[in-house]
Nanobody
Framework: QVQLVESGGGLVQPGGSLRLSCVAS????????MAWYRQAPEKQRELVAT???????NYQDSVKGRFTISRDNAKNTVSLQMNSSKPEDTAVYYC???????????????????WGQGTQVTVSS
């Protein structure tokens, strides 16, 4: 069983910084892409940033230059450094991992999606 647990959410003032972390635990063969999503009230969940095993990253346009995603493959962790925060960054942030559960999944290239429980980020003065 695979679990993703986020931490680091909270209240931050506009222009301030916050760091989110997520650790994957349990039994699995390999984690491919890790990502952060967010969902604001009455809005759909949206992709914020992704990072692959090699460390290649992609960002939503609205967070480019402000957020940085990183991962530690040895520790199965992914982090999101949020700088220059804006009120529109307020949302529940979810950690996501696409992984191979077993070697057979790797052979078949069958990825599985896992999600954390979410952590609230509020940007407000």
């Amino acid at each position: 069983q695979v679990q993703l647990v986020e931490s680091g959410g909270g209240l931050v003032q506009p222009g301030g910084s916050l760091r989110l972390s997520c650790v994957a635990s349990g039994t699995f063969f390999h984690i491919n892409t890790m990502a952060w999503y967010r969902q604001a009230p009455e809005k759909q969940r949206e992709l914020v940033a992704t990072v692959d095993t090699a460390g290649h990253t992609n960002y939503q346009d609205s967070v480019k230059g402000r957020f940085t995603i990183s991962r530690d493959n040895a520790k199965n962790t992914v982090s999101l450094q949020m700088n220059s925060s804006k009120p529109e960054d307020t949302a529940v942030y979810y950690c996501n991992a696409k992984l191979y559960r077993y070697y057979n999944d790797y052979v078949r290239e069958a990825e599985y999606d896992y999600w954390g429980q979410g952590t609230q980020v509020t940007v407000s003065s």
